[in-house]
Nanobody
Framework: QVQLVESGGGSVQAGGSLRLSCAVS????????MAWFRQAPGKEREGVAR???????AYAGSVRGRFTISQDNAKNTLYLQMNNLKPEDTAMYYC?????????????????WGQGTQVTVSS
């Protein structure tokens, strides 16, 4: 059974930084492509960053240049470094894994999800 567990969320002031982690267990980490999504209250879940098995990362326009997705295959862990945080970044952040198509921010393409970690940015 595949499990994704996020950590690293918290409350910061605008301009601050956080690093989210997502530990993956229960399957071969390298067989997945990974992504971070977020969902703010009253809004739809949106893709933030994705890391395919082949090729480079992709980012939503709203976070490009501020967020960096990376992974440590030896630790089966995905990261999201978030710098220069803004109040509009406030949301629940989810880690997701896809065993199939990787080049999309369509949430329906991702088979496994974590429980989420809250990020709150105050002005």
């Amino acid at each position: 059974q595949v499990q994704l567990v996020e950590s690293g969320g918290g409350s910061v002031q605008a301009g601050g930084s956080l690093r989210l982690s997502c530990a993956v267990s229960g399957s071969t980490y390298s067989s997945f492509c990974m992504a971070w999504f977020r969902q703010a209250p009253g809004k739809e879940r949106e893709g933030v960053a994705r890391l395919p098995r082949i090729g480079g990362p992709a980012y939503a326009g709203s976070v490009r240049g501020r967020f960096t997705i990376s992974q440590d295959n030896a630790k089966n862990t995905l990261y999201l470094q978030m710098n220069n945080l803004k109040p509009e970044d406030t949301a629940m952040y989810y880690c997701a894994a896809s065993a199939g198509y990787c080049y999309t921010f369509d949430a329906g393409a991702y088979n496994y999800w974590g429980q989420g970690t809250q990020v709150t940015v105050s002005s």
